[in-house]
């Protein structure tokens, strides 16, 4: 049975590194996952008040959250941490109190950034063992670095075989992960 995906990316730029990692996990994923991406770079930054209000972009993703069997966040490194906006996603699908649609679902991480750390990664891991996002997290990680080494070309194809391999790796790992809830 084909397991459903939702994917986060938490840069919208035009010529987001990110957005192409995951555009590439998407092309790599195998007939037992179908990844979809969620665009979150619409949300009105969170703020408690709104709990009360329609707001349709918060209705969209967190719809999106519940029909997913599982999620991946892919994040840029911002000043050694993840991205507001990966962020302010996070936020929104814990919330309303009580409602968080997290917990429980199966989390991969993923990142494109300039040095191939895995600050915000490890970041992100510490946010999915919280007592509101309470995720289980693939302990393999899709980190790529050196983007602007030149890993994709210009039509944001992937083209570095060591970036390629990693996120092969992540992706075969993240399947057998999955393959356990
Ligand atoms: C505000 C900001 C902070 C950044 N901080 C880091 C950092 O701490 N470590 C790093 O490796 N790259 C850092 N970078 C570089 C990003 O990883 C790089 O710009 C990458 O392209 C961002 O992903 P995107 O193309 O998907 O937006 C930073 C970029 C920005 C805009």
Redesign the pocket.
């Known amino acids: 049975m084909t397991k459903h995906i939702a994917v986060l990316v938490g ?1 919208k ?1 035009q ?5 192409r990692l995951a555009k590439h996990l998407q092309k790599i994923a195998p007939p037992s996952l179908q990844l979809t991406l969620v665009d979150i770079g619409d949300l009105p930054l969170y703020d408690r008040d709104l709990d009360t209000q329609d707001v349709p972009a918060y209705t969209r993703v967190r719809d999106a959250i519940k029909q997913a069997d599982g999620v991946i966040w892919v994040t ?5 941490s993840y991205s507001a906006m990966i962020k302010n996603a996070i936020d929104v699908i814990s919330r309303p109190a009580g409602q968080s649609l997290w917990i429980g679902k199966p989390l991969g991480l993923a990142s ?4 191939g ?1 895995n600050r915000a990664v490890d970041a992100l891991r510490v946010i999915a063992s919280g007592t509101y996002i309470n995720m289980p997290v693939c302990p393999f990680a899709g980190v790529i670095g050196g ?1 602007f080494a030149g890993a994709f070309d210009d039509n944001g194809e992937l083209v570095s075989e060591q970036a390629k391999n990693t996120l092969q790796g992540f992706m075969s790992a993240f399947d057998e992960f999955m393959a356990k809830f």
């Open positions: 840069s730029s010529t987001s590194v990110n957005q840029p490194e911002h000043n050694g494109a950034n300039a040095s750390s983007i």
